[in-house]
């Protein structure tokens, strides 16, 4: 008896195109998987038939093939070429005998080509061979089932179907250029959007500074090293903190967040004209915050030139986070925060299209082009965080805890420090921190806050570079407060440089 070890591939929807369309996504799904076992060091070959593919290799390619859209599902099998029915049996008998032995069981065959039996009655013969070492047949909730799959004259047998993620083979549906900020929403709409076949490439216009990118590039790098198969993905980093300062200083502060999202797609638009993207994707969910409503996407939107996609428009929060567990990138997303002291205080939620455009006309649109002459580009496939300049630890600036000698300072937009605060904290705009703690002494304890932790992160490395002891709240006051800390309301006695 030679069996020889394989793993079926059962293909997705790609099965119900026209002939020449499929013959296509087949080659691109083969390219696929032939550079997903190449990433992960597997040795394999590839073999095609209609309906099927056939890798001959080690087993543990399945947790790599699962990972490859355009699979439906797969099988750890083995193949035997059979000369007639009651070999065919005989060997399945002695493949399957210590599998179904004292358990209950049922036989399932599937039949393609011309042959003397059928399916039926493999299904009869085998079931009958198999039952003196099983306990019996269930038919309807079997613990074993005996798969077999004739093809030819070769024979395939296996225990197993485990089901893979479907979707389109990346590259059959073009290039889409993803605005992602490293959080949970844009990652999982930059898989949904590899799941239907499009290559992602990735724009990150950075608000904070070299600690948001590392993380943000880690989580990107996540999903392209597990995801991203057939091509070469780049990310690409636009610094948006001149910008931001710029709109701080000249636009109503209620319409900051729709602006600065017009003149993100703006630049997203500039980069997919270089990369011949076809779609800006983002992480946009209905009605998740004010820039986010359908009155303010409407007028967002009519800065783009190319189509918008939102995939994940009208989920949940949760089952954004649970995609974000399944594929893999749920850990390096929670410890990316928010880059607070951006947004006002009270946004609008229902914003003009002609009101927009009176304050986009105060924006000094060079600065805007500064960040364009900038921009860095990685390959998430051949650099690794370390060669961005991203080795450090920077968990090391955090603390859970406020030290009793420590200067505390908030970062914060000056009518968020207002509406509540750590008492005896120190409201002081980012942009003025350095000449701030020079000032006070650089020899104190200091220890930065914000809303979540982003920005903090940011000024407490900022100062560490000046050889200031400085440290960032971890989780922000969100998590300060929520732990049980009182916190103190306006007065007017409290020091504040804003």
Same mark, same amino acid.
């Given at each position: 008896?030679?069996?020889?070890?394989?793993?079926?591939?059962?293909?997705?929807?790609?099965?119900?195109?026209?002939?020449?369309?499929?013959?296509?996504?087949?080659?691109?799904?083969?390219?696929?998987?032939?550079?997903?076992?190449?990433?992960?060091?597997?040795?394999?070959? $590839?073999?095609?038939?209609?309906?099927?593919?056939? &890798?001959?290799?080690?087993?543990?390619?399945?947790?790599?093939?699962?990972? !490859?859209?355009?699979?439906?599902?797969?099988?750890?099998?083995?193949?035997?070429?059979?000369?007639?029915?009651?070999?065919?049996?005989?060997?399945?008998?002695? @493949?399957?005998?210590?599998?179904?032995?004292?358990?209950?069981?049922?036989?399932?065959?599937?039949?393609?080509?011309?042959?003397?039996?059928?399916?039926?009655?493999?299904?009869?013969?085998?079931?009958?061979?198999?039952?003196?070492?099983?306990?019996? /047949?269930?038919?309807?909730?079997?613990?074993?089932?005996?798969?077999? %799959? !004739?093809?030819?004259?070769?024979?395939?047998?296996?225990?197993?179907?485990?089901?893979?993620?479907?979707?389109?083979? /990346?590259?059959?549906?073009?290039?889409?250029?993803? #605005?992602?900020?490293?959080?949970?929403?844009?990652?999982?709409?930059?898989?949904?959007? $590899?799941?239907?076949?499009?290559?992602?490439?990735?724009?990150?216009?950075?608000?904070?500074?070299?600690?948001?990118?590392?993380?943000?590039?880690?989580?990107?790098?996540?999903?392209?090293?597990?995801?991203?198969?057939?091509?070469?993905?780049? $990310? @690409?980093?636009?610094?948006?903190?001149?910008?931001?300062?710029?709109?701080?200083?000249?636009?109503?502060?209620?319409?900051?967040? !729709?602006?600065?999202?017009?003149?993100?797609?703006?630049?997203?638009?500039? &980069?997919?004209?270089?990369?011949?993207?076809?779609? &800006?994707?983002?992480?946009?969910?209905?009605?998740?915050?004010?820039?986010?409503?359908?009155?303010?996407?409407? /007028?967002?939107?009519?800065?783009?030139?190319?189509?918008? $996609?939102?995939?994940?428009?009208?989920?949940?929060?949760? %089952?954004?986070?649970?995609?974000?567990?399944?594929?893999?990138?749920?850990?390096?997303?929670?410890?990316?925060?928010?880059?607070?002291?951006?947004?006002?205080?009270?946004?609008?939620?229902?914003?003009?299209?002609?009101?927009?455009?009176?304050?986009?006309?105060?924006?000094?649109?060079?600065? #805007?082009?500064?960040?364009?002459?900038?921009?860095?580009?990685?390959?998430?496939?051949?650099?690794?965080?370390?060669?961005?300049?991203?080795?450090?630890?920077?968990?090391?600036?955090?603390?859970? %805890?406020?030290?009793?000698?420590?200067?505390?300072?908030?970062?914060?937009?000056? %009518?968020?420090?207002?509406?509540?605060?750590?008492?005896?904290?120190?409201? !002081?705009?980012?942009?003025?921190?350095?000449? @701030?703690?020079?000032?006070?002494?650089?020899?104190?304890?200091?220890? /930065?806050?914000?809303?979540?932790?982003?920005?903090?992160?940011?000024?407490?490395?900022?100062?560490?570079?000046?050889?200031?002891?400085? @440290?960032?709240?971890?989780?922000?006051?969100?998590?300060?407060?929520?732990?049980?800390?009182?916190?103190?309301?306006?007065?007017?006695?409290?020091?504040?440089?804003?």
């Amino acid at each position: 008896m030679s069996l020889k070890k394989v793993v079926l591939i059962r293909l997705g929807e790609l099965t119900i195109k026209g002939l020449a369309t499929r013959k296509h996504f087949e080659n691109l799904l083969k390219r696929n998987i032939m550079d997903a076992l190449r990433r992960a060091g597997i040795e394999a070959e $590839l073999r095609k038939k209609f309906g099927r593919f056939y &890798i001959y290799g080690p087993y543990e390619s399945i947790d790599v093939l699962r990972r !490859v859209f355009g699979i439906k599902s797969l099988s750890p099998a083995v193949e035997y070429e059979f000369k007639d029915l009651e070999d065919l049996i005989a060997t399945a008998e002695e @493949y399957f005998k210590e599998k179904v032995l004292g358990k209950r069981f049922a036989v399932r065959t599937r039949r393609v080509g011309s042959h003397t039996f059928s399916s039926i009655d493999v299904n009869r013969l085998l079931g009958e061979r198999l039952l003196k070492y099983a306990s019996k /047949v269930d038919l309807e909730n079997p613990e074993v089932t005996a798969y077999v %799959e !004739v093809r030819g004259n070769k024979a395939y047998f296996f225990t197993e179907i485990i089901e893979a993620w479907g979707g389109l083979p /990346v590259g059959s549906e073009g290039r889409v250029i993803s #605005l992602v900020s490293g959080g949970f929403d844009s990652i999982v709409a930059s898989w949904l959007m $590899l799941k239907r076949g499009a290559e992602v490439d990735f724009l990150y216009l950075n608000l904070g500074g070299p600690v948001s990118k590392c993380y943000v590039l880690r989580v990107v790098k996540t999903l392209a090293d597990n995801w991203c198969y057939g091509y070469d993905p780049k $990310l @690409y980093i636009v610094d948006f903190t001149t910008v931001v300062h710029e709109l701080k200083q000249k636009v109503k502060p209620e319409l900051i967040g !729709v602006v600065l999202k017009r003149l993100m797609y703006r630049v997203a638009n500039r &980069i997919a004209l270089k990369t011949g993207a076809e779609g &800006i994707v983002t992480g946009e969910n209905l009605g998740q915050v004010s820039s986010q409503t359908l009155a303010n996407l409407n /007028v967002i939107d009519k800065s783009s030139d190319l189509i918008v $996609l939102r995939p994940v428009i009208a989920y949940d929060k949760d %089952e954004i986070v649970e995609l974000a567990r399944k594929i893999g990138t749920y850990e390096a997303s929670s410890q990316v925060k928010e880059i607070c002291g951006v947004y006002s205080f009270h946004p609008t939620t229902h914003a003009r299209l002609d009101e927009v455009l009176e304050e986009e006309a105060k924006i000094d649109v060079s600065v #805007l082009e500064k960040s364009l002459d900038n921009v860095e580009i990685i390959d998430l496939h051949s650099s690794s965080p370390i060669d961005a300049g991203c080795g450090t630890n920077f968990q090391e600036l955090e603390v859970d %805890e406020i030290p009793s000698n420590a200067v505390v300072l908030d970062v914060r937009p000056p %009518e968020k420090y207002r509406s509540g605060r750590i008492p005896g904290s120190i409201n !002081v705009d980012i942009w003025s921190l350095e000449d @701030y703690v020079t000032s006070l002494g650089k020899e104190k304890k200091y220890v /930065v806050v914000c809303d979540e932790g982003g920005l903090s992160r940011e000024a407490a490395f900022l100062l560490r570079k000046m050889g200031v002891d400085a @440290y960032s709240l971890r989780g922000g006051l969100r998590r300060y407060w929520r732990a049980g800390v009182k916190r103190s309301a306006s007065n007017p006695q409290e020091q504040a440089s804003s």
